[in-house]
Structures are given as C-alpha cells and as structure tokens.
C-alpha cells in the first residue's frame, strides 16, 4: 500500500540534544512538508520542498533543519536551539503544492 | 494571500443530531478547497474536497460540503452524527492557479455527546 510513515511514534530526549525524526513516503510525490501541531494551534509549518535537493522555510523554521536528497524522504532535525520542541510534529506529501496533501501518523516528541 | 477561517473552535452536539462546521475563505483568484479530519494522535485523513463542478461535495463517513463563492464558504455537514465522529476537523484553501501551498484552518474539534 501507498502511504506515509513515520518513525518513531513516540521520542524522548533530554534539553540540549539534537533529535532527527524520520519522513518516507512511496507515493511519488514531489512535494513533502513538516508541520508542528500543540493543542488550540492547529497545524504550523515547519520546512517544506517541492522537488530534491530543494526547500524553503515555513512559518516557524527556527531551531529545525532539513534535507532532501531523496524523492522519497525528507527528515527532521529538532536542534537545541529550538525553544520548546516538545510537540506532535506530522510529515505530509503532495503531488503538487495546491494539491491534496496526505499525512503520516505523527510523531510525538517530548524533551525533558 | 490566501487566507481560511473556522468560526467555531468547539462544536458539542448529540448523537444522532445534524452538525455544521463553518469554513471562510478569502482568495483573489479560483481556489481548491479541502475537508480533513483528525483522530486524537493520529495523521490527518482527506474527508472532501472541491477542485471544480458542482458545489455540494459528498465525502467518506457521509459529510458533505458545499461550495459557496459569494459568501466564500465552504462549510462542511453531516445529517446525523455518531460517537465515532469525534474529532478534529480542518478546512484548507489553495489557489487554484497558482503556486502557493495549501492554507489550514486552526480546526474545529466536534464532541459528540451520547
């Protein structure tokens, strides 16, 4: 089945460390994004990249990074210069950018 | 820009009752307008969407949706809720000819009440 997955589904990591979560996704889409969710916000973008080797920064980039050397996946860095990284962060991918976009299941990241 | 408003942050309604989750949008040009839904710590899931033709979409879980370009809406319906359809709901724009990615809601979280 075609789809979206994300690893782990739940991450713990101590204040200071950095922490990559993992985006896969095998529906050929050329466009890929992460998005930061905390109750009452609804979704914040994060990264997103319309083609490989290409990204541009959302609406909170601060303290995150990407790449994208595959068409097929787009990892997540939280780095210790994130604020307050603890969050449901959700990874999604489109065939184009004003298309329908699907969503993996999310990983939550708590930083204790 | 695109922008997309949902008026009700919360909507409690009873078992079996109808339900109506109000979406706003404000865009210049044509737009692509999406329903999603959200199952607590779940992904979202595509409920609906309108890309073009006719203005009342029927979607998965029997929602609906209907079009409305004078007044920019696109409210999403559904004749009788169940428990199951607790959840997260999140309308979303684009631009139809453009190169702007899609625009979410905040969401609207309906609770079903037995």
């Known amino acids: 089945d075609g789809g979206i997955t994300q690893s782990p589904k739940y991450l713990f990591r101590k204040e200071g460390q950095n922490v990559t979560l993992s985006c896969e996704q095998n529906?050929?889409?050329?466009?890929m994004y992460w998005y930061r969710q905390d109750p009452g916000q609804g979704l914040r973008l994060i990264y997103y990249?319309?083609?490989?080797?290409?990204?541009q920064k959302g609406d909170i980039a601060e303290g995150y990074s990407v790449s994208r050397e595959k068409k097929e996946s787009f990892p997540l860095t939280v780095t210790s210069a994130q604020k307050n990284p603890t969050a449901f962060y959700l990874c999604?991918?489109?065939?184009?950018?004003?298309?329908?976009?699907?969503f993996g299941p999310g990983t939550r990241l708590t930083v204790l | 820009a695109q922008s997309v408003t949902q008026l009700d942050s919360q909507v409690p309604v009873f078992e079996e009752a109808p339900v109506e989750l109000r979406c706003n949008y404000s865009?210049?040009?044509?737009?692509?307008l999406f329903w999603y839904v959200q199952y607590p710590n779940q992904g979202l899931q595509l409920l609906l969407k309108?890309?073009?033709?006719?203005?009342l979409v029927k979607g998965i879980n029997g929602f609906e949706a209907e079009f409305n370009k004078s007044q920019t809406s696109f409210h999403l319906r559904k004749p009788s809720v169940h428990i199951s359809d607790t959840a997260e709901y999140f309308c979303?724009?684009?631009?139809?000819?453009?190169?702007?990615?899609?625009?979410f809601g905040i969401g609207t979280k309906l609770q079903v009440i037995p």
């Open positions: 309108y890309l073009s033709g006719s203005t």
């Open positions: 529906l050929n889409h050329d466009a």
């Open positions: 865009s210049s040009v044509s737009v692509y």
């Open positions: 990249s319309q083609i490989v080797n290409d990204f």
């Open positions: 999604a991918s489109s065939e184009g950018l004003r298309n329908e976009q699907f």
């Open positions: 979303a724009v684009a631009n139809s000819g453009g190169y702007q990615k899609v625009t």
